[in-house]
């Protein structure tokens, strides 16, 4: 919940014009739903790519203040965040709901960005792993391996969003490597290949190679970061360097 219409354009000009060279890595960003349109229009032409930061699983009805995965392909968004940890925490997100809302994002063309992590006292109690595999097995089932392949799944472990403290290069890659296995039960190992599988909790310019750099971690879901245009662009090209 952060930027007003006239905060967006000042973030994502500088952003569109350091980025104009990136070739080899995925962009894309999420900003409030108020800001959308003017995202739409200024992304236009770009090789910066729009998502949202949720969805209702209806397309329309008497769902006050809920937007629809038809209202976000109105607004040429290509992507959308489903099950972020804020909405688990303070929202009631369930895995049954994400579920839900990640059958409408394909079903209006949307690819889902699905967060799964554990918090500080899961993972105190060794539950980390058992936590984000019930998220996955749960938010994702029923879905053939057709559609699976546009999935990007976002492994932030809660206790290192918003904090400053990431998680070390080791406990995620961890999670991530199991996160994969995961989706080779469910959809077979090649497609479990395909789907990429990003790291998001605390993620800068300082420490973000270190994630990049291990094979199965394949992006980062920036947060706070994302809000200087300098730093954003600078985890950019870290990533583009990383994909070479």
């Known amino acids: 919940m952060n930027t007003t219409r006239a905060e967006t354009m000042s973030l994502l ?59 976000l392909q109105d607004l040429k968004c290509e992507y959308v965040i489903i099950g972020h940890s804020e909405r688990r925490q303070y929202f009631g997100e369930t895995d049954e709901r994400v579920n839900r809302r990640v ?8 690819l889902p960005i699905i967060c799964v992590g554990e918090t500080l006292e899961q993972r105190k109690a060794g539950a980390a792993l058992s936590v984000v595999e019930a998220q996955i097995r749960h ?22 969003i918003g904090t400053g403290h990431a998680a070390t290069p080791e406990d995620a890659a961890e999670v991530h490597t199991m996160i994969r296995s995961v989706l080779a039960n469910l959809f077979g190992s090649e497609t479990a290949e395909k789907i990429r599988i990003q790291y998001g909790g605390s993620a800068t310019a ?25 730093m954003f662009a600078k985890i950019i090209e870290i990533a583009e360097a990383a994909a070479h």
Request: without cysteine.
């Open 13 to 71: 000009q500088p952003l569109i014009q350091k980025t104009s060279h990136i070739r080899h890595t995925t962009m894309m960003v999420a900003p409030p739903f108020t800001n959308l349109h003017i995202a739409s229009e200024l992304l236009q032409g770009t090789n910066i790519k729009l998502g949202a930061q949720n969805l209702f699983w209806e397309e329309k009805g008497a769902y006050t203040g809920e937007i629809s995965g038809l209202m």
């Open 103 to 110: 059958h409408a994002a394909l079903k209006n063309g949307l």
């Open 139 to 160: 938010g994702l089932n029923g879905f053939p391996a057709i559609q699976a392949v546009q999935f990007t799944i976002a492994y932030e472990p809660v206790w290192a």
């Open 206 to 230: 300082e420490n973000v190679e270190a994630f990049l750099h291990h094979p199965e971690i394949d992006g980062a879901l920036v947060g706070g970061a994302s809000l200087k245009a300098d």
